[in-house]
T-cell receptor, first 119, second 110 residues
C-alpha cells in the first residue's frame, strides 16, 4: 500500500520556538494532505486541509498564523508550529490522498505521527 | 459535520474469542472507514464501506455497513494479541474530510 512518512517522529522544544514537521507521500502523488492532532486517549481532530500550490483550509478554531502549512510539491506538506507553547504539545498526524483518486472516498493514507513536547 | 459514536469505549477479550464493535452516525454516511491505531503511532487502514448493506472481510476482520448507512460494525473472529489496539471509525464527507469517532481500545488477553 501507499506509504506516508513524517519527520521528525518526536521533537522536544523550548517554549517560544518554532517547530517544522514534514509529511511526505513516498510512492504516490498527493494534491491534498490533511493535518490532524490527537491528545492522549482522544480521537483525531482535523486541523487543516493542505492543498498543493494553494493556501491551506483551516478548521474552525485553528489559528492559521500559529499553524503554518505549506504544500510546495505533490509529495510534501509541512506544518510549522510557531512560537510553540506547552499547550501545543500533542501528537500530530498527517494523511494524504492519492492524486489518482476519483472521489472523496479514496483512501487516505496516514503518516506515523510526530509527537511534540513543548517545555 | 458528522458525529460518530463508537461503542463500547473499551473492550477486553480472551484470546480466541470473537468480538464486535460498533460505530453509529448521527447522519447518513457517504462512506465509512475503519482504521487501527497503536497508541502513539499512525493509523493503519483496514476497510472502507460505501454502499448500504455492504460487507467486507480481510483475514479475520469483517466490517458491515447497514442499509440505512448510519451504523457500521466491525467483527473480529478468533481474536489474537496482534488485534489489540485502538479501532477508529471515520466518516467521509463530500469534501474528502474525515471525521473520526473517539475510538475503541481493544485488549486481548493471551
Amino acid at each position: 500500500g501507499a506509504v506516508v512518512s513524517q519527520h521528525p517522529s518526536r521533537v522536544i522544544c523550548k517554549s517560544g520556538t518554532s517547530v517544522k514537521i514534514e509529511c511526505r507521500s513516498l510512492d504516490f502523488q498527493a494534491t491534498t494532505m490533511f493535518w490532524y492532532r490527537q491528545f492522549p486517549k482522544q480521537s483525531l481532530m482535523l486541523m487543516a486541509t493542505s492543498n498543493e500550490g494553494s493556501k491551506a483550509t483551516y478548521e474552525q478554531g485553528v489559528e492559521k498564523d500559529k499553524f503554518l502549512i505549506n504544500h510546495a510539491s505533490l509529495t510534501l506538506s509541512t506544518l510549522t508550529v510557531t512560537s510553540a507553547h506547552p499547550e501545543d504539545s500533542s501528537f500530530y498526524i498527517c494523511s494524504a490522498r492519492d492524486l489518482r483518486g476519483t472521489g472523496p472516498w479514496e483512501t487516505q493514507y496516514f503518516g506515523p505521527g510526530t509527537r511534540l513536547l513543548v517545555l | 459535520s458528522q458525529e460518530l459514536e463508537q461503542s463500547p469505549q473499551s473492550l477486553i477479550v480472551q484470546e480466541g474469542k470473537n468480538l464486535t464493535i460498533n460505530c453509529t452516525s448521527s447522519k447518513t454516511l457517504y462512506g465509512l472507514y475503519w482504521y487501527k491505531q497503536k497508541y502513539g503511532e499512525g493509523l493503519i487502514f483496514l476497510m472502507m464501506l460505501q454502499k448500504g448493506g455492504e460487507e467486507k472481510s480481510h483475514e479475520k476482520i469483517t466490517a458491515k455497513l447497514d442499509e440505512k448507512k448510519q451504523q457500521s460494525s466491525l467483527h473480529i473472529t478468533a481474536s489474537q494479541p496482534s488485534h489489540a489496539g485502538i479501532y477508529l471509525c471515520g466518516a467521509v464527507e463530500a469534501n474528502s474530510k474525515l471525521t473520526f469517532g473517539k475510538g475503541i481500545t481493544l485488549s486481548v488477553r493471551p
